[in-house]
């Protein structure tokens, strides 16, 4: 249920080895690419999918009447954030109540979005059991956090070990028996609760520490310092340091909300998350950091942002994926715009754009776009982007992923975060 950026990898992965797999979707339009074998993410090779659509091991509907047909349901739905930040589960309640109205003996529940602790035993197993049926005697429902990572094509579903949690050991040990037939390891865990939590620890230790990073990168500004040569030094010690990056904000689905999942619960239980809030505000101000170098960088050529050609290269949250959701850029974009500048983009995964309320097309990469643009503003590292194409003809540079020489060796063009 879900077929987005964590449901499809998964049902291919199944498909192959056999399963006879039904992606449910509310999104119609997801639903035809699917059934068409047309994949719209980046990391489901077409071929795979048109293959497996083909050959019907892989069939994809909008219509949630046959979910009792199916022996195992596995919930891949969105867990974003409320405006005020705290969690919005209700793609989860509508799955589950989906999945509780037709629940019968022997099927196996599996939820895998991101979701505060206790969400699994809590609030979907009510739900669940509402009809009449018990868990662990009639039957399963367990937690396994999707611990992908859109783009990395070494660390990918199949390899990468998963964490699972049973609501009973029975449910356990069924959820294990399934996941061992597509990913090489499994690490059965205690309860659905330590799995949930599992997954906030590792992206709230992300988090934190890209927080951290971007803390040293404005302390190193004010010190005149290259924070980026400090990290490359830093890394050189074999053991006890761990590379983080400094960069203009944090997007995607995982990064900014799931330590606010683990913070709200806590704060539901009397505690208050301290590195959490304070990782979360530092992130936060990362964009008012680049705005502000924009800012001081045409400054310093006699320039005003007010009227100037701002072309900002890269609108994804990171590289080498089309996910824009959440993305710092947004931000960068609306704060140019307000103060009066141009705002063009070029990112070769995301052809068309809403900047500030207008639908937008990614400018293409060329000398003259380059020399027309007062400031180029490299956002994401894309591992196709042409850098020295923009090193050699953007007037000015402002680079936030040091896509440039190390060591002091810049042009002076270029004002590196
Ligand atoms: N994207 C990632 O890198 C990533 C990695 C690990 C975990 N996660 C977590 O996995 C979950 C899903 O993330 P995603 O990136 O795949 O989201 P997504 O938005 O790409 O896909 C979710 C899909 O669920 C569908 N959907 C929504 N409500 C539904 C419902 N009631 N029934 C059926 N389908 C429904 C949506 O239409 C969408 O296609 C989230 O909890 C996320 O935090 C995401």
Same mark, same amino acid.
């Not at 980046?42 to 795979?48: A, G, H, I, K, M």
């Not at 609501?167 to 996941?179: F, H, K, S, V």
């Not at 776009?369 to 003809?393: E, F, G, K, P």
């Given at each position: 249920?879900?077929?987005?950026? +964590?449901?499809?990898?998964?049902?291919?992965?199944?498909?192959?080895?056999?399963? $006879?797999?039904?992606? +449910?979707?509310?999104?119609?339009?997801?639903?035809?690419?699917?059934?068409?074998?047309?994949?719209?993410?980046?990391?489901?090779?077409?071929?795979?999918?048109?293959?497996?659509?083909?050959?019907?091991?892989?069939?994809?509907?909008?219509?949630?009447?046959?979910? $009792?047909?199916?022996?195992?349901? !596995?919930?891949?739905?969105?867990?974003?954030?409320?405006?005020?930040?705290?969690?919005?589960?209700?793609?989860?309640?509508?799955?589950?109540?989906?999945?509780?109205?037709?629940?019968?003996?022997?099927?196996?529940?599996?939820?895998? $979005? @991101?979701?505060?602790?206790?969400?699994?035993?809590?609030?979907?197993?009510?739900?669940?059991?509402?009809?009449?049926?018990?868990?662990?005697?009639?039957?399963?429902?367990?937690?396994?956090?999707?611990?992908?990572?859109?783009?990395?094509? @070494?660390?990918?579903?199949?390899? !990468?070990?998963?964490?699972?949690?049973? &609501?009973?050991?029975?449910?356990?040990? *069924?959820?294990?028996?399934?996941?061992?037939? &597509?990913?090489?390891?499994?690490?059965?865990?205690?309860?659905?609760? +330590?799995?949930?939590?599992?997954?906030?620890?590792?992206?709230?230790?992300?988090?934190? =520490? !890209?927080?951290?990073?971007?803390?040293?990168?404005?302390?190193?500004?004010?010190?005149?310092?290259?924070?980026?040569?400090?990290?490359?030094?830093?890394?050189?010690?074999?053991?006890?340091?761990?590379?983080?990056?400094?960069?203009?904000?944090?997007?995607?689905?995982?990064?900014?909300?799931?330590?606010?999942?683990?913070?709200?619960?806590?704060?539901?239980?009397?505690?208050?998350?301290?590195?959490?809030?304070?990782?979360?505000?530092?992130?936060?101000?990362?964009?008012?950091?680049?705005?502000?170098?924009? +800012?001081?960088?045409?400054?310093?050529?006699?320039?005003?942002?007010?009227?100037s050609r701002i072309l900002l290269i890269g609108l994804t949250y990171k590289k080498d994926v089309n996910d824009t959701r959440d993305?710092?850029?947004?931000?960068?974009?609306? *704060?140019? $715009?307000?103060?009066?500048?141009?705002?063009?983009?070029?990112?070769?995964?995301?052809?068309?754009?809403?900047? =500030?309320?207008?639908?937008?097309? /990614?400018?293409?990469?060329?000398?003259?776009?380059?020399?027309?643009?007062?400031?180029?503003?490299?956002?994401?590292?894309? /591992?196709?982007?042409?850098?020295?194409?923009?090193?050699?003809?953007?007037?000015?540079?402002?680079?936030?992923? =040091?896509?440039?020489?190390?060591?002091?060796?810049?042009? /002076?063009?270029?004002?590196?975060?």
């Amino acid at each position: 249920m879900g077929l987005g950026y +964590v449901g499809l990898p998964l049902a291919v992965e199944f498909a192959k080895e056999g399963f $006879s797999v039904t992606g +449910v979707d509310i999104d119609g339009t997801r639903v035809e690419q699917a059934n068409q074998g047309r994949s719209y993410i980046p990391d489901v090779s077409e071929r795979d999918l048109a293959r497996l659509v083909r050959a019907k091991r892989l069939v994809a509907t909008g219509a949630f009447d046959g979910l $009792s047909n199916l022996d195992v349901l !596995i919930i891949c739905v969105p867990t974003p954030l409320r405006k005020t930040r705290e969690p919005d589960i209700s793609a989860i309640l509508s799955a589950s109540q989906a999945i509780a109205k037709s629940l019968r003996p022997g099927q196996l529940i599996v939820l895998e $979005s @991101t979701t505060y602790p206790g969400t699994t035993d809590e609030v979907v197993l009510p739900m669940l059991e509402a009809g009449g049926l018990k868990v662990g005697r009639d039957f399963c429902l367990a937690f396994s956090p999707e611990r992908i990572d859109p783009g990395n094509c @070494t660390h990918t579903t199949r390899t !990468i070990p998963k964490v699972i949690g049973g &609501i009973t050991p029975t449910c356990r040990d *069924m959820a294990t028996l399934l996941y061992r037939q &597509i990913v090489s390891q499994v690490v059965p865990v205690s309860s659905t609760k +330590v799995a949930e939590t599992v997954k906030l620890l590792e992206n709230t230790f992300r988090a934190v =520490n !890209i927080g951290l990073v971007n803390e040293i990168a404005l302390m190193c500004d004010k010190l005149g310092l290259d924070v980026w040569e400090v990290i490359e030094a830093a890394k050189t010690k074999p053991f006890g340091f761990l590379a983080f990056y400094p960069g203009p904000g944090i997007g995607g689905q995982c990064i900014p909300h799931d330590p606010m999942y683990l913070a709200w619960k806590a704060r539901v239980h009397g505690f208050e998350a301290r590195f959490i809030e304070l990782a979360d505000h530092i992130n936060r101000y990362m964009p008012h950091y680049v705005v502000d170098k924009i +800012v001081q960088a045409l400054n310093a050529r006699k320039k005003p942002l007010n009227g100037s050609r701002i072309l900002l290269i890269g609108l994804t949250y990171k590289k080498d994926v089309n996910d824009t959701r959440d993305s710092p850029a947004f931000e960068v974009a609306r *704060m140019l $715009s307000e103060r009066g500048a141009q705002v063009d983009y070029h990112d070769p995964y995301v052809p068309t754009a809403e900047l =500030n309320g207008t639908r937008c097309r /990614s400018n293409p990469l060329t000398q003259d776009q380059l020399r027309r643009a007062d400031c180029v503003v490299i956002l994401t590292n894309h /591992s196709t982007l042409d850098y020295s194409l923009i090193r050699r003809h953007a007037p000015l540079i402002v680079d936030t992923r =040091n896509q440039y020489d190390q060591a002091g060796r810049a042009p /002076s063009n270029l004002v590196k975060l």
